[in-house]
């Protein structure tokens, strides 16, 4: 007896599990065109890392700039030396491209006032192809850099004022020898000496009131960027 009755329990179990694979919900199979916008699987999301506004890191330009010759919207290069970290994770690896333009240079003029350049970069490219807008600028340059150049507080390179006594005793003494010409040429016996003084006194203009130093930055030089803004990555590695 209690054999049967295990028998039409072990049945009864049975068919109710067969029913329940009847009645579940049949699946529908959707083509890739059908999906809803912005929908991906699971398996194609790739995680992202968020760099913060401020970071730095070491670059190397690759584009040489020279006041003389640079023109604002000219394209400037760079790569990235040392991988920018986020939480231990490598968000900018190294050789991720930065490219920008120059966005305003003005060349070297007299009384000694320098050269000055500025750019900035708005796009980086990851070694796998991915690009992202970026807004970064620069932030310094290291100790093997030009040492006419510096950078100011707004990232703007600018040249020195080429000033020095040396320079300045020089030109006052040529100056002198061009204000005596004035008395020479009251004789026609000194007439003669009016073109050495009046070499002399431009010798001493050239002395006195040169030009300041242009900005001149060779390709492969190290320098320091920092981030405007944040700037998101996907990173597959």
Known sequence: MGKKILGV?????LVSAARAQDISAPRVLMHRSEL?????PAREITPTLTVPAETEDDVD?????HTRIASVDDPIIARVVQPVLVNGQVALPSGTLLDGRITAVRSARRLHRPGELAFRFEQITLPDGESE??????????NFAPPNTRVDAEGHLRGTRAFSWKGLAGGFGAWSAFAGVKYAVASTAA??????????????????WPRGNDVHVPPQTRCRIRLSYPVTVRVPW
């Open 9 to 13: 329990i072990a049945t009864l179990l």
């Open 36 to 40: 809803p916008r912005g929908f991906a």
């Open 61 to 65: 330009l690759l584009s040489g700039i």
């Open 133 to 142: 807008p970026v807004t970064a600028v620069l932030a310094g340059l290291d």
């Open 191 to 208: 007439l003669s000496s009016f073109l050495p003084a009046t070499g002399a006194g431009v010798l001493g203009f050239e002395l006195l």
